[in-house]
């Protein structure tokens, strides 16, 4: 699983490689700070050091979430509170990190993708196409973690 990563410490970011590698799948294919993030660059999964103080992160993650095929976005915060969760959601976040992440954590959080991309790749398109919803299926298929 291809990983993206993107930091706003340099202290954070390699912790974030270091739970990334140590999940043993996941290999990191780009590691930047937030200056970098961007739109599509071939990732499964970005995983991103969030500040909600940043309307323009905001945005670029709400861009990344709109596009067909688009990673999962994993973020991590220092502390979660009701704002930032509500601000994951309607982000499109697909997971919340905060401070030190329990390995058996982030492995529940990668099955979860891969099941996704599993149930996505196997849906049949004309469904998709009948219910008007890119990436949904009967109803069955459907699952997200936040």
Known sequence: MQ???YYHSQAQGEYLRQVVVASGIGQVRHFRDLSGLGG???ADVVLVEYQDNNPHLDNVIAQITKQ???PDIFLF???VSPRIIWKALK???RELFSRTIPAEDFQAALTRVEL???RLGALVPDTATWLGLPGWGTGREVCCSL
Do not use: I, Q, Y
């Open 3 to 5: 990983f993206s990563v």
């Open 40 to 42: 599509e660059n071939g």
């Open 68 to 70: 067909p095929k688009s």
């Open 77 to 79: 915060v220092e502390e």
């Open 91 to 93: 982000l499109g976040a």
């Open 116 to 118: 996704r991309h599993a």
